[in-house]
Each structure stands twice: as structure tokens, then as C-alpha cells.
T-cell receptor, first 115, second 114 residues
Framework: NAGVTQTPKFQVLKTGQSMTLQCAQD?????MSWYRQDPGMGLRLIHY???????DQGEVPNGYNVSRSTTEDFPLRLLSAAPSQTSVYFC??????????????FGEGSRLTVL | AQTVTQSQPEMSVQEAETVTLSCTYDTSESNYYLFWYKQPPSRQMILVIR??????QNATENRFSVNFQKAAKSFSLKISDSQLGDTAMYFCAFIPSGTYKYIFGTGTRLKVLA
């Protein structure tokens, strides 16, 4: 039972480089989301999706793109990495179309450092 | 703006004792959901307990219980008979009914001492 799988777990980038953080879930969850975790800031929502082809912005979307072509996958793209994007990124999904009544299932996180 | 405040950045408790983590939130919504999540040192976040705002009864899950005071917008977590495995970062989270945007607090780092 894999749950929510994130890759890579660690990544170092240079300023201006692009990359994609992968997130996959095998629970047939409609709702998927990306958060970043920074010291003293808690978790902040970047983007979320309520189903294939449907995405929306969260609290801190600038500098990030997402797409949802399948129920299982929700990749997060950094188009031109900046040092301010150094963070730990978490993908989370929910089993309900109304995630506010459900439980978020988290991946193990991806630690990104931008030099 | 809707916010969640955890005023205790760090706490410690002796094994087998009881500890309470505080959380307050600010919203104009009447219906919403509140959660406590635990993030152990291994980093994977897991749900500890959930409370629906329209339910007056406080939620409990084994050694974990909440004190939900809707009028005061307070949602504290009580851990009884603390165990070494309870050492973790604890996040309070809130989501208004009908939305998809969770709002998390900044977390409380709890250390259980042997």
C-alpha cells in the first residue's frame, strides 16, 4: 500500500534552473494538493486540484505551476528556481470530494535547496 | 483573513504525564472543521484528531482529546499518559466547510522526556 509517493526526496538546484516535483497516489483520491513548509511559517498551500483537469491556486502560488492530467498524478513545476523557494515540499491527497470532512494523506516530503 | 495561531513554539513533558497544546483560530465562518496533525522526526504527517464545528461534543481518540471552545475560537489538544513516541511537531489546521484550502498553524514542537 504505497499511499502518497513523492520524488525526489532531495534536490539541489542552481538559481534559474527548472525542475518538477512528482507526486503520485494510489488511493483514487480526487483531491490533491501541494504545500511548502518553512521554519516558523507552518505549511502553506501552493496549489490544489479537485480532479483531473481542475486546478486552483492556494496561498503562495507564484513561481509554481501544476497540472492534473490523471487522477493519480499531480506534479509541481518550478519554472525558474529562486533561493526563496528553498523549502520542504509536501504533497497531500484526500479520499473525499469534500476534503474538509476528510483526512489529508501526506507524502514523505521533498527537500529542495536553491543555491 | 483566516488564521490559525499556535502560541507555543516548543514544549516538553515527562513521560506518562499530561500536556496540552493550544490553538486559536480566526474566522467569520459558522461551519468548519478543525484538525490536529502530527509530524514525527521522520517527517510524514499523520492525522491525530478531527473536530466538526457544529458538534459540541469534544472529539477523543485514545490518549488524545480536544477542548473545543467555539465562542472563544479555541481548539486545544490534550495528550494524556505521554509516550516517547509522541515526540513530534504538532500542527493545528482549519478548513471552512465548502472550501478546499486548509490553513495550518506554525506548529508546536513537543518533546517527551524519559
Amino acid at each position: 500500500n504505497a499511499g502518497v509517493t513523492q520524488t525526489p526526496k532531495f534536490q539541489v538546484l542552481k538559481t534559474g534552473q527548472s525542475m518538477t516535483l512528482q507526486c503520485a497516489q494510489d488511493m483514487n483520491h480526487e483531491y490533491m494538493s501541494w504545500y511548502r513548509q518553512d521554519p516558523g511559517m507552518g505549511l502553506r498551500l501552493i496549489h490544489y486540484s479537485v480532479g483531473a483537469g481542475i486546478t486552483d491556486q492556494g496561498e503562495v502560488p507564484n513561481g509554481y505551476n501544476v497540472s492534473r492530467s490523471t487522477t493519480e498524478d499531480f506534479p509541481l513545476r518550478l519554472l525558474s528556481a529562486a533561493p526563496s523557494q528553498t523549502s520542504v515540499y509536501f504533497c497531500a491527497s484526500s479520499y473525499s470530494e469534500s476534503p474538509n470532512t476528510g483526512e489529508l494523506f501526506f507524502g514523505e516530503g521533498s527537500r529542495l535547496t536553491v543555491l | 483573513a483566516q488564521t490559525v495561531t499556535q502560541s507555543q513554539p516548543e514544549m516538553s513533558v515527562q513521560e506518562a504525564e499530561t500536556v496540552t497544546l493550544s490553538c486559536t483560530y480566526d474566522t467569520s465562518e459558522s461551519n468548519y472543521y478543525l484538525f490536529w496533525y502530527k509530524q514525527p522526526p521522520s517527517r510524514q504527517m499523520i492525522l491525530v484528531i478531527r473536530q466538526e464545528a457544529y458538534k459540541q461534543q469534544n472529539a477523543t481518540e485514545n490518549r488524545f482529546s480536544v477542548n473545543f471552545q467555539k465562542a472563544a475560537k479555541s481548539f486545544s489538544l490534550k495528550i494524556s499518559d505521554s509516550q516517547l513516541g509522541d515526540t513530534a511537531m504538532y500542527f493545528c489546521a482549519f478548513i471552512p466547510s465548502g472550501t478546499y484550502k486548509y490553513i495550518f498553524g506554525t506548529g508546536t514542537r513537543l518533546k517527551v522526556l524519559a
